[in-house]
């Protein structure tokens, strides 16, 4: 990730009033993130690529709207879940409509998942993620994986904290019947 901003808030400020630059720096800073996050829900660089700019653009626009240039961050990462969920819904109904396009859905995933587990098991563990309905594998991505505290999460995906703690159980429990129980040792939380 890119180095903290100086001033964040004095930096979101700047960009609301239109300081292209500001918003650069922030981007900057914050992009890195939501590529990985976008990465391993996608499982496709290229598409994740594509969700982060289309944030980042969404962001700039909206950016005057933000009430709390503090949240900023969690602010973009809400906007970034929001379109990726958008794009895996879509994909959904494309596979329904007899594309085969979650069926290869990891394969070009990079290994986002090798810090976790062997890199031979990553593309179990990533292909088994894969599998996991949108809701609950956004919940497990950002608790596990980006080792977010559901306090974070809850004010990202706009859910309450005990829902997402049933989410990410049920993800483990869903993962643990694919896997079997060394999926346990994969993740210390």
């Known amino acids: 990730m890119a180095a903290e901003p100086e001033n964040e808030v004095a930096l979101v400020q700047r960009a609301q009033t239109g300081d292209s630059a500001a918003f ?8 890195p993130r939501l590529l990985r996050f976008l990465i391993t829900m996608t499982g496709n660089e ?16 909206k950016l005057p709207q933000l009430a709390e240039p503090a949240r900023f961050g969690s602010w973009l990462l809400s ?3 929001n379109r990726c969920r958008n794009h895996l819904r879509d994909e959904v109904q494309r596979a329904h409509a007899g594309d085969d396009v979650l069926a ?9 998942l090798s810090s976790i587990v062997r890199r031979e098991d990553a593309v179990r563990l990533a292909l088994a993620i894969d ?6 594998r956004e919940a497990f991505v950002l608790f596990v994986l980006e080792s977010m505290p559901y306090a974070e999460i ?6 309450a904290e005990g829902t997402l703690q049933v ?7 869903l993962l643990r019947q694919q896997l079997g129980e060394v999926v346990d040792t994969w993740w210390s939380r």
């Open 24 to 31: 650069s720096a922030l981007a900057d800073h914050h992009g």
């Open 46 to 61: 290229s598409t994740a690529e594509d969700l982060r700019q289309d944030a980042l653009q969404r962001a700039f626009t």
């Open 79 to 81: 906007i970034a879940c």
């Open 104 to 112: 290869t859905v990891a394969e070009g995933r990079r290994s986002a």
């Open 131 to 136: 599998r996991l309905p949108i809701l609950l």
């Open 154 to 159: 809850a004010g990202v995906t706009e859910v």
């Open 167 to 173: 989410r990410v159980h049920r993800a483990k429990a």
